[in-house]
């Protein structure tokens, strides 16, 4: 039904009921009151295929929430590659914003640059400085965007030693600076 149809077409399961037709809970708890039961993960792999073989873009955040970060997984990079480049892109990122510094955001843009190379910029511009009003929402962004200087750091080059050096002078968080004081220190070796 929802290789046919779409999940949007498909009434009557919210997310959450799908997550738990897709990765059902373990054992349920003993009389002792042993620990609650936790998602049954051993079988991760083949539910994450039937998911990229529905080939339904909605399944996208779902999938990148469970597969494992940084793994290979070509038929992952396949499914990703069906799509339209742009769009698949900007879906990605935006997942990534929302669910940053957690490691499937991180998954999300290692997919993104393998998709499209010109990512790399967008991720650079991802590493300025941007601040909330309330303290949460300034330690969410920092977070994220240590998340994106980690990426940057995997491609930066002797060339992006001003622009990183500009951004340190400019930046108020000390996380922040401790992170681009290493990138400049890894770089210069």
């Given amino acids: 039904l929802v290789k ?12 959450k009921e799908l ?46 929430e469970h597969v494992q970060p940084d793994s290979d997984n070509t038929k992952l990079d396949l499914f990703l590659k069906s ?30 640059l393998a998709i499209e190379p010109k990512t ?18 300034r330690k969410k962004a920092v977070n994220a965007r240590l998340m994106f200087i980690e990426i940057f750091a995997t491609k930066a080059t002797a060339k992006d030693l001003p622009y990183i050096q500009e951004l340190m002078k400019k930046d108020r968080s000390p996380r922040v600076k401790r992170k681009f004081a290493e990138l400049i220190m890894k770089i210069n070796t």
Wanted: aromatic share 10%; net charge negative.
């Fill in 4 to 15: 046919e149809k779409g999940i949007s077409q498909v009434a009557g399961i919210d997310s």
């Fill in 19 to 64: 997550i738990d037709i897709i990765f059902p809970l373990g054992p349920v708890s003993n009389w002792r009151g042993a620990s609650p039961p936790s998602r049954d993960l051993s079988k991760r792999e083949e539910f994450l295929e039937r998911l990229i073989y529905y080939e339904d873009k909605q399944f996208l955040p779902l999938i990148l």
């Fill in 83 to 112: 799509f339209d480049k742009n769009e698949t892109v900007d879906m990605l990122f935006d997942f990534a914003l929302e669910k940053a510094p957690e490691a499937c955001a991180r998954n999300a843009i290692m997919r993104a």
């Fill in 120 to 137: 790399y910029e967008r991720i650079k511009d991802m590493t300025k400085m941007r601040t909330g009003k309330e303290r949460t929402e």
